[in-house]
């Protein structure tokens, strides 16, 4: 349902608080950092009051559903602090017509809505939602998608897109990545390189399928929790994420007993038409949107643990950057590259170690075969390097959280012959028992 707009603390500040920290309000810093921690320099009330909001449980009274996977972003991205990874593995599906994908759109996939509101009172209408069809009449392909950790990623989403492109150019032809260029659907107003329905490097989630974090928050509140919102991008409304999904996607509100979600039917309602807030350029995420998107780009970087010279993580890191195993190949950390830029509102120059290109890889058998309307195979079998920064404070592990096992999660790397990791699980595989605990050991530093 839409959200209905309450001017918080924090509207006017969008996500562009960066630099609006005073000497005495700003959160302490930052190589002794803990999980959870704001990147310097952020403004600690702030920060405090994007994340409450972020971890806060909404009800159909705000707009949740008529379907939906949870309540609030922070009961799935919870593990270590508010903002982690979590043990909520969502549940895709499709099938191959014409060997192409087809995310079965019309049954409401590809990502499966586990819960409807159920009955429901609107205007004293008594309403009835349902959820979508499970298991979808015809789907072949069926994958999970574990909850992956937000720290740091605001500093990856200020990079520029030629980053990504360098990085591909240094990795190994047989490995390389590819820069996975997708259409921006909600920009970051803060951001002049960034404009609705223009290409921007996609980085986030386990495809690397979104450019921006803002966007990956309209996208989460309305996909995650049935929350609806519009936008204000210099002063035109954006309605990317304004209409409503409802189970099966039918088609109108009559699966749900003819009950208004919207006064506008399939369009949100919210603020940007209400208080006609788009006039005269306004540049403004709907205020939730604005919160999600302060919060996650304020994160600072998971802190690894120094490694003794001499120590088993300082031979298995040997391991990690060897040209046999090639994990550094992909799990990238050039200093050159991750050094943030303000575009996005974040602070400029902190340098930092993802151990990630961003970049998607064919991982053959390892691949979820879940694409967009239309890719080949091949491109259903695309994953994006997953980040191994923070890995310590993770538990379940690859993109459908099948193992807690990092030496499993290395040997799962062999997807076969068209898998782009399997080299690297061979020659894991061949490493002597002490040289899998060395490089185990170094990361258990990240
Ligand atoms: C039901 C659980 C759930 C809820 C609720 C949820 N997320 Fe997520 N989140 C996930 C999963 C699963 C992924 C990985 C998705 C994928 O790539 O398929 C993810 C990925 C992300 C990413 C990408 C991170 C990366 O590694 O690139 C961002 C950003 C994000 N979520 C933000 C949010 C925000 C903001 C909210 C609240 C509006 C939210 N999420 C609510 C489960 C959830
Ligand atoms: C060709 C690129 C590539 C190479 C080389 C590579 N990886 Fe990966 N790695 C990936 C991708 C892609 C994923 C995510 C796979 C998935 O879950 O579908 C991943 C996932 C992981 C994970 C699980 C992380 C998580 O968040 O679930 C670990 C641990 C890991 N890699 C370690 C290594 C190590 C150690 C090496 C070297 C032996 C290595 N990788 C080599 C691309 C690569």
């Known amino acids: 349902m839409f959200k209905r707009t309450v001017k918080i603390l924090l509207a006017a500040t969008a996500i562009g608080a960066a630099g ?32 409450d909001n972020f971890a806060a449980s909404e009800g159909a009274p705000d707009g949740l559903g008529p379907i939906f996977n949870e309540h609030s972003c922070g009961a799935c991205h919870a593990n270590g602090a508010v903002g982690g990874a979590g043990q909520n593995v969502e549940r895709r599906y499709g099938r191959l017509s014409g060997g192409v994908f087809d995310p079965m759109a ?17 205007g004293g209408l008594n309403c009835n939602s349902g959820t979508d069809a499970n298991p979808a009449p015809g789907a072949t392909i069926f994958a999970g998608r574990l909850t992956t950790p937000l720290f740091g990623l605001g500093l990856v989403d200020s990079l520029p897109d030629s980053r990504f492109d360098t990085l591909a150019s240094r990795e190994p032809a047989a490995i390389r990545g590819i820069v ?38 309209a996208d989460a509140y309305l996909n995650e929790m049935g929350i609806t919102t519009s936008s204000c991008i210099r002063g035109a409304r954006n309605n990317a994420f304004a209409t409503e999904n409802r189970a099966n996607r039918a088609g109108t509100n009559a699966i749900i007993n003819g009950c208004p979600d919207d006064q ?10 209400e208080e006609n807030e788009c006039a005269g350029g306004v540049n403004e995420l709907q205020d939730d949107v604005a919160n999600f998107t302060f919060f996650m780009a304020h994160l600072a970087a998971p802190p690894a643990l120094p490694i003794a010279a001499g120590s088993a993580a300082d031979r298995g890191r040997t391991l990690f950057n060897s040209a046999s195993l090639q994990c550094s190949g992909c799990h990238r950390s050039d200093a050159d590259i991750f050094v943030s830029t303000t575009a996005g509102g974040v602070q400029g120059g902190i340098v930092f170690a993802p151990y990630s290109d961003f970049l998607v890889h064919d991982m053959g058998t390892l691949g979820d ?30 993109h459908d959280g099948r193992t807690t096992d990092r030496g499993a999660a290395i040997a799962a790397h062999n997807g ?31």
Do not use: H
């Open 264 to 273: 506008v039917p399939g369009i949100d309602d919210d603020f940007a038409a």
């Open 180 to 217: 996975n260029r997708v259409s921006t659907a909600l920009p970051n107003p803060l951001d002049p390189s960034q404009t609705t329905g223009g290409t921007r490097v996609g980085r986030f989630g386990w495809k690397s399928g979104v450019p921006n974090l803002g966007q990956f928050s």
């Open 369 to 398: 075969g879940i694409g967009n309307a239309g890719d080949s195979v091949a491109v259903t079998r695309r994953m994006r390097t997953a980040p191994l920064w923070g890995l310590r404070s993770r538990n379940l592990l690859l």
């Open 106 to 122: 019309s049954t409401g996939g590809s990502l499966r809505q586990l819960f409807g509101l159920g009955g429901f009172n609107v």
């Open 20 to 51: 609006c920290g005073q000497a005495g309000d700003e959160v302490a810093s930052s190589e002794g950092a803990v999980l959870g921690d704001a990147l310097p320099g952020t403004n600690a009330a702030t920060f405090a009051a994007a994340r």
């Open 416 to 446: 076969g012959a068209s898998g782009q990791g399997t080299p690297a699980a061979n020659a894991y595989n061949a490493l002597t028992t002490a040289q899998k605990s060395d490089l185990l050991a170094f990361l258990a530093t990240l």
